[in-house]
C-alpha cells in the first residue's frame, strides 16, 4: 500500500494532540479510524512510530519521520491554496501587449479595477506598436493583445473601442483658436510631424500634407514631446492623447470622419487561464 497524504495528517495530528481521542475529534474521524489508518501506515513503514502502549511518545524513527511529515503536509497545503487560487483567478499571471493609446488611456481603469478584485494575479504590460502586438501573440509572449489588428488565424478578437482621427497641437497654437470649424485646408500650411498612425487615415486632402512632411516620429511620447515644444503639429486618435498633456489639445476635423478601431486578441477563451480569463471579461464590459 502506498502512503497517501491521510496517512501523514493522520499521523501528525496523533503527534500533536498527544492521543487518539483529540486526533479524532480534529479530524473529523472516529477513533477506530485513526488507530487503523496509523496501523496502515506502521505496516507499511515496517516498524512502530510511537513506543509501546503510549501515543504520546515516538520512537526515533518515528521522530524522523514525523518532521518530515510535517514538511510535506506544508508544502501540500501550501500546493492546495496555490491550486485553489489559480482555480479561482486569486493567483496567476496575465501578459498584456498593448499600444500606448491604449496603455495611457484605457488600461489604468480596467488594471485598476482587476487589482482590487485580483490582487494575487502579476501584471506584465508591455507597450508597443500595432505590429509588434501581432508578434508578441503570435509567438506566445502575452495573453492579451490590445492594438488595430487585422483577423488572424487562432486568435480570437473583438473591437475595445474607435476613436476618430484630430489634430493634435499645443492650446496657444493658432489651430486652436477656432477648432470647432477646423478642415483639412487649415492644416496645409503648418508644419506636420508624421507618426505611424497616419496610413490609417485615407481621406484625398491629407495625402499632400503627408507628402510634404520632413518629420517622422513613429512612437508616441517622442511625438507628444515635440508637440508640446512647438515644433510642428500632428493627426492622432482622440485616446492616443493622454490627459496628463494639458498643455496639448485635440482638434476635430470638420471634413474627416477618419478612425482607427482598437481590438482585443486573444487565445479561444477556453484555452487561458481563469485569471487571463477574468481580465478579459473586464475589457469585454469595458
Known amino acids: 500500500m502506498a502512503i497517501k497524504i491521510e496517512m501523514l495528517r493522520c499521523f501528525h495530528s496523533v503527534v500533536d494532540h498527544g492521543n487518539l481521542a483529540q486526533a479524532a475529534e480534529a479530524l473529523g474521524r472516529t ?5 487503523m489508518m ?18 504520546a511518545r515516538l520512537t526515533a524513527l518515528g521522530q524522523m519521520i ?18 485553489d487560487a489559480l482555480a479561482t483567478s486569486q493567483a496567476g499571471l496575465v501578459r498584456l501587449a498593448v499600444t500606448p ?55 480570437q478578437r473583438w ?39 497616419c496610413h490609417m487615415i485615407k ?9 510634404a512632411s520632413l518629420m517622422t516620429v513613429p512612437t508616441t511620447v517622442s511625438l507628444l514631446a515635440l508637440v508640446n515644444a512647438g515644433v510642428g503639429v500632428t493627426l492622432l486618435p482622440e485616446r492616443a492623447l493622454p490627459p496628463t498633456y494639458r498643455d496639448l489639445v485635440f482638434l476635430p476635423l470638420k471634413d474627416s470622419t477618419a478612425q482607427r478601431q482598437v481590438d482585443v486578441v486573444t487565445q479561444p477563451l477556453p484555452q487561458l487561464s481563469p485569471a487571463v480569463q477574468a481580465f478579459a471579461k473586464l475589457l469585454q464590459d469595458f
Do not use: Y
Not at 178 to 189: I, M, P
Open 31 to 35: 477513533p477506530s479510524a485513526v488507530s
Open 38 to 55: 496509523l496501523k496502515q501506515f506502521e505496516d507499511h513503514i515496517g516498524a512502530p512510530l510511537f513506543e509501546k502502549g503510549r501515543k
Open 66 to 83: 514525523h518532521a518530515e511529515a510535517r514538511r510535506e503536509l506544508v508544502h501540500f497545503d501550501k500546493s492546495v491554496t496555490m491550486i
Open 101 to 155: 493609446s491604449a496603455a495611457n488611456t484605457v488600461l489604468p481603469a480596467v488594471i485598476s479595477r482587476f487589482a482590487s478584485n485580483h490582487p494575487g494575479v502579476r501584471i506584465d504590460l508591455r507597450d508597443m506598436d500595432s505590429t509588434a502586438v501581432l508578434h508578441a501573440m503570435q509567438s506566445d509572449q502575452a495573453d492579451i493583445g490590445i492594438a488595430t489588428l487585422p483577423d488572424t488565424a487562432g486568435l
Open 159 to 197: 473591437p475595445l473601442f474607435a476613436d476618430h482621427f484630430g489634430v493634435v497641437c499645443r492650446a496657444d497654437h493658432p489651430l486652436a483658436n477656432d477648432w470647432n470649424n477646423l478642415t483639412w485646408a487649415d492644416v496645409v500650411a503648418h508644419r506636420f510631424i508624421a507618426n505611424g498612425l
Open 203 to 211: 481621406d484625398a486632402q491629407f495625402a499632400p500634407i503627408l507628402a
